[in-house]
């Protein structure tokens, strides 16, 4: 079956430490997507990628890196320099906008 | 700036009641609205897709329909089941721009038995 696959479901960051969460699809989309979501509140986009080899900044990119290599693969690395990190990380993908979104089952983050 | 707001944040119901989720949106220029649903600790399932162009989208015991110009979507269960627990979010994407969606906060429905 098609799908999004986000990898680990849980992950566990040390202070200072960079992590980078994983995000596979096999539904031959052009564009993918990384939100956050916290407690109470909406999802807010972070980075977006329209096509390999290029990706903007979404609302809330500091603190965040991504690359997008292949079509398929859209890692996103938290670093360091994202002060309050522990929040749930949802990555989503798009063949174009008439067709609406697709996301993945999502990786919650902690800070220990 | 695109604002999305739903209404209520929480519902709690007994089963077999029929329900109505509001979501307004502050700018009318929107390409579509999605309907979301999202279970505790789990990815967002999508429920409904609405373009501009159209009135309202139905499937199964779920129903959504827009106002574009009023600025606003709600999403009709009928017969609510305790299975219909969950976070419902609503999103729109913009005219201009690129392909972002721009969520509310959702609704957080309690259906017992």
């Known amino acids: 079956d098609g799908g999004i696959t986000q990898s680990p479901k849980y992950l566990f960051r040390k202070e200072g430490q960079n992590v980078t969460l994983s995000c596979e699809q096999n539904l031959n989309h052009d564009a993918m997507y990384w939100y956050r979501q916290d407690p109470g509140q909406g999802l807010r986009l972070i980075y977006y990628?329209?096509?390999?080899?290029?990706?903007q900044k979404g609302d809330i990119a500091e603190g965040y890196s991504v690359s997008r290599e292949k079509k398929e693969s859209f890692p996103l690395t938290v670093t360091s320099a994202q002060k309050n990190p522990t929040a749930f990380y949802l990555c989503?993908?798009?063949?174009?906008?008439?067709?609406?979104?697709?996301f993945g089952s999502g990786t919650r983050l902690t800070v220990v | 700036k695109q604002e999305v707001t739903q209404i209520p944040a929480a519902l709690s119901v007994p089963e077999g009641e029929n329900l109505v989720l509001n979501c307004s949106f502050t700018d009318s220029a929107i390409y579509n609205l999605q309907w979301f649903r999202q279970d505790p600790g789990k990815g967002l399932t999508s429920l409904l897709l609405i373009q501009s162009s159209q009135r309202e989208q139905t499937s199964g015991r779920l129903n959504a329909s827009l106002d574009k110009s009023s600025g606003r979507s709600t999403l009709y269960i009928a017969a609510s089941q305790p299975g219909d627990s969950a976070t419902y979010l609503c999103?729109?994407?913009?005219?201009?721009?690129?392909?972002?969606?721009?969520f509310g906060a959702g609704t957080r429905l309690a259906v017992h038995p």
């Open positions: 990628s329209q096509i390999v080899n290029d990706f």
């Open positions: 999103a729109v994407v913009l005219s201009g721009g690129y392909n972002k969606l721009i």
């Open positions: 989503a993908s798009s063949m174009d906008r008439v067709y609406g979104y697709t």
